[in-house]
C-alpha cells in the first residue's frame, strides 16, 4: 500500500482519510480504538495527525484492511509486537516504494 502524502509536520483528518481512501469517520474510529494514535486537536478541535501518527495508521491499516485482523487482534499484536512488527512493516513500505520507482524507470526506457 502506497499512501502519498506530502512531508509535512500536520495532517487534517480530511486528507489523511483521502490519501487512505476511507471516510474520516473510520479514522476517528480507529483514534479511539487504538491508543498509539494520537493527534492534537487545535483550539477548535480539528485534529492534526503527525507522521507518527501517519506512519501508525498505515500500520493499522495494513493489519486491519489488508491482512485481514480483527481490531482486539490488531491491538494485540500492535501491543505485543509493535517494534518488530513495525520495522519488518517499513522495510517492506520501502522496498515497495523502490520497486515502483524502478517499474516506472524501466517503463520510460
Known sequence: MHIDLPEKRYYGIGEVAKAFN??????RFWEKEFDVLKPKKNAK???????????NLKFIY?????????LEGAKTHIKEEKQEALNNFEIIAK??????KLIK???QL
Open 95 to 100: 522496498l515497495e516504494g523502490i520497486k515502483a
Open 22 to 27: 476511507v471516510n474520516t469517520s473510520l479514522i
Open 45 to 55: 478541535g480539528n485534529r492534526k495527525f503527525t507522521p507518527e501518527d501517519i506512519k
Open 62 to 70: 495494513h493489519l486491519v484492511k489488508e491482512r485481514g485482523f480483527t
Open 105 to 107: 524507470i524501466k517503463s
